[in-house]
Every structure is written in structure tokens, then in C-alpha cells.
């Protein structure tokens, strides 16, 4: 299962005309519109295993202070997917969906919408931050920007065999700090694996297609927005994972767009839904 191939698109911040392209990309001038802001850096599981985990936000200066001197294996990582409260909301004001991915599937309709409700995050970190290796939920691509700092991605082709698995180190660090895969896994890879290793810097926009596997790790300070979606053009390579692993929503979608569903099922390679085309 995939869309594509991972790439990484320069400029979009400046080419776009993104507000965060000058105001993210000075710590300075972020932090005078975005210091009292809350953002989550982590939660706290209930003790007694029922219920919602309990989500815990500090403002961004405090969150920033914080980096500075910190020095833990497994840093707190700024990781955010509420835009509706506590000033949140202007976040949203200051970037744009690349014109590359601006048409999504699950936009189609709010019900359809409601089944992938969190596919935005800000996310904010320190040195030694970032994310273990992961493919992303619900059949879904995804696409990331940096405003400020360095991050180092490695991303591997679909597969889930367990020896495949096994290689890349997947449930062995599932619960390690994320830098722990860096020192670990990747002197241990062959170069049939089809790790792709890559440097994202400020205005980078790194493209992850459905079904690949992708960790990362922030060498500095970071600040990056990022969407997940299904691009139409890929829902009949991703439907056969969808209907396996969520029939209740297929089911809908069957009840609802029955001519989708026939043109998937009786001629998927010829299946596509409207897409502009885009010059940049």
C-alpha cells in the first residue's frame, strides 16, 4: 500500500506567501505572537485504567525555556491537534495546505470528516525530540513543514512482515526515546531495506506516502506544521485496507457514494476522482 514515493518540496512557506514563513522562522517574533499560548506536551494515563488520558499543556515560552536546559534521553514533545481553544485558533491563520495536497478524501463530507477528525498538528520540539518509527493511521499519506531547525527522517517502503519488522526495529524501540533508534538500528540496516535518510531544514516540505514507515528526530529546535490525507487518487490502492480494517466505515461509504465503490471494485486501476492539475 502506497501513494507514491516519499519527496521533499522546497519553499512552500515563501512560494505560498505563509504568514509563519517570517513569523515562525524567528524565535523572537514567535514568541512575542505565541508565547502564552498552551500546547500539549504530554498526557497522563488514569491509575485506574478507565477514562480518557488527561492532556497536559504549557505555554510556549515556558515550553521553550524548558529546551534550553533540559538534557533528558526522552525530552517532553510539543505535539498539538487542537486548534479551537485557547488561542490556538490563529495558528491556522498562518499557513496554507500546499497546492500539492490541498484535495482530500476524507474533506469529502463531514460525516466522512468525523472518521479522521485530528489529521492537523503544530508540533514543537527540542534536541532529541521526535517520533518513533510509525506508519501513519487509516491509510493515510502525509505532509510536513518546517518553519525552524533541523530534523533527520529515515523512511522505509510498506511491508509488515515480522522479519521485515524485526529489521527495521519496530517493536523492539516501539517505547524507547527516539533517539535510541538512531544509535541502534540504522548500523545494523542492509542496504536492501530501501532506507531513505534525509535532512529537512527550515522550508522543507517532506511528503510521506500511505503505508511507509518513518521515524524522526529534531537535531535543534523545531517548529513544523503538518496534515495527514487520503488523496482520491489513491483511494483504490488503500481501499482493500480500509474495508479489512474499518468495515463499519467502508459499509458507509458503500451506502453513500455507491458509484465510488463500483468503479473501486470493477475497474480500480482506471478509478480516480477529480484532481487539478498543478503548476509551482
Known amino acids: 500500500m502506497n501513494g507514491g514515493r516519499p519527496v521533499i518540496i522546497r519553499g512552500v512557506p515563501k512560494h505560498q506567501a505563509w504568514p509563519s514563513h517570517e513569523g515562525w522562522s524567528d524565535l523572537t517574533t514567535f ?39 533540559n538534557i533528558a534521553d526522552d525530552p517532553f514533545y510539543g505535539f498539538e491537534p487542537d486548534f479551537e481553544q485557547e488561542g490556538r485558533q490563529k495558528l491556522l491563520q498562518d499557513y496554507s495546505v500546499p497546492v500539492f495536497f490541498q484535495n482530500d478524501f476524507y474533506n469529502t463530507s463531514p460525516q466522512i470528516r468525523e472518521f479522521y477528525p485530528n489529521f492537523r498538528h503544530f508540533i514543537i520540539g527540542g534536541a532529541r525530540t521526535g517520533t518513533n518509527l510509525h506508519v501513519d493511521p ?56 530501501g532506507m531513505i535518510e534525509c535532512l529537512q531544514e527550515a522550508g522543507d516540505t517532506i511528503y510521506v506516502p500511505a503505508g511507509w514507515w518513518h521515524c524522526v528526530l529534531n537535531l535543534d529546535f523545531t517548529i513544523a506544521i503538518t496534515e495527514n490525507l487520503l488523496q482520491p487518487e489513491f483511494l483504490p490502492v488503500v481501499w482493500p485496507s480500509l474495508c479489512s480494517e474499518w468495515p463499519l466505515f467502508t459499509k458507509f461509504i458503500e451506502e453513500t457514494m455507491p458509484e465510488l465503490v463500483e468503479s473501486i471494485k470493477s475497474n480500480p486501476s482506471e478509478c480516480r476522482l477529480a484532481v487539478p492539475a498543478v503548476d509551482y
Request: charged letters at 20%.
Open 31 to 69: 514568541l512575542a505572537s505565541y508565547g502564552s499560548t498552551p500546547i500539549r506536551v504530554t498526557e497522563i494515563k488514569p491509575f485506574h485504567g478507565m477514562g480518557r488520558p488527561k492532556q497536559v499543556r504549557i505555554p510556549l515560552c515556558l515550553y521553550e525555556e524548558y529546551t534550553r536546559s
Open 138 to 193: 487509516k491509510s493515510t499519506s502525509a505532509w510536513n513543514t518546517l518553519l525552524m531547525g533541523k530534523k533527520k527522517w529515515a523512511i522505509f517502503p510498506p511491508g509488515a512482515q515480522e522479519k521485515y519488522l524485526e529489521a527495521l526495529g519496530v517493536r523492539t524501540h516501539a517505547k524507547h526515546p527516539p533517539s535510541y533508534w538512531w544509535l541502534d538500528i540504522p548500523p545494523t540496516l542492509s542496504k536492501e531495506l
